[in-house]
Antibody, heavy 117, light 108 residues
Framework: QVQLVESGGGVVQPGGSLRLSCAAS????????LHWVRQAPGKGLEWVAF????????YYADSVKGRFTISRDNSKNTLYLQMNSLGAEDTAMYYC??????????WGHGTLVTVSS | EIVMTQSPATLSVSPGERATLSCRAS??????LAWYQQKPGRAPRLLIY???TRATGIPARFSGSGSGTEFTLTISSLQSDDFAVYYC??????????FGQGTKVEVK
């Protein structure tokens, strides 16, 4: 069955960096585009970034552009999100999601990022 | 950026009753609209895509309708498992792929 497992979250100081990973299994990873979506505590969903199946195109929300980088390693069935210059506004649960015709048909359980001094 | 607005913010419904949730886009998104269900502490779950197509394994009591700027998610007979927060999302014009702020369906 399709599984997406995020990792790499934790507590980081303002201005710091963190790299999230999303390990995929149960489907042909290299055939699907992927998203990162986040959710601040008690808030709604915010789309963060997208990467094509082959990694040739990436797109970002304005709130993270220039600070976050989405990438993937199809040989390792893994999606990444490199997050730099983190601020309190980046505190959230981060989910990876598989793309189905523009939507997210399978989601991981999420990994929590807390930016705090 | 396309702004998605959901109403109401909270919907109080008794089990077995019908629930109707609304989502409005600030400009046309054609039929490029999805609905998600999220329970506390859980990841979102795709219910509907293409405005009206149920995702794999979604019960028939969930239905979506609409196109352009006005959309509706209907739960025909609420089960105890359906009390959750529901989000709409457009994927017509992006980035960004924008979500509505959510509608919480609670027990009346």
């Amino acid at each position: 069955q399709v599984q997406l497992v995020e990792s790499g979250g934790g507590v980081v100081q303002p201005g710091g960096s963190l790299r999230l990973s999303c390990a995929a299994s149960g489907f042909t990873f290299s055939g699907y585009a992927l998203h990162w979506v986040r959710q601040a505590p008690g808030k709604g969903l915010e789309w963060v970034a997208f990467i094509r199946f082959d990694g040739t195109n990436t797109y970002y929300a304005d709130s993270v552009k220039g600070r976050f980088t989405i990438s993937r390693d199809n040989s390792k069935n893994t999606l990444y999100l490199q997050m730099n210059s983190l601020g309190a506004e980046d505190t959230a649960m981060y989910y990876c999601a598989r793309d189905l015709s523009g939507t997210g048909d399978f989601w991981g359980h999420g990994t929590l990022v807390t930016v705090s001094s | 950026e396309i702004v998605m607005t959901q109403s109401p913010a909270t919907l109080s419904v008794s089990p077995g009753e019908r629930a109707t949730l609304s989502c409005r886009a600030s400009q046309s998104v054609s039929s490029n609209l999805a609905w998600y269900q999220q329970k506390p502490g859980r990841a979102p779950r795709l219910l509907i895509y293409g405005a009206s197509t149920r995702a794999t394994g979604i019960p028939a009591r969930f239905s979506g309708s609409g196109s352009g700027t006005e959309f509706t998610l209907t739960i025909s007979s609420l089960q105890s498992d359906d009390f959750a927060v529901y989000y709409c999302q457009q994927y017509h014009k992006w980035p960004p792929r924008t979500f509505g702020q959510g509608t919480k369906v609670e027990v009346k």
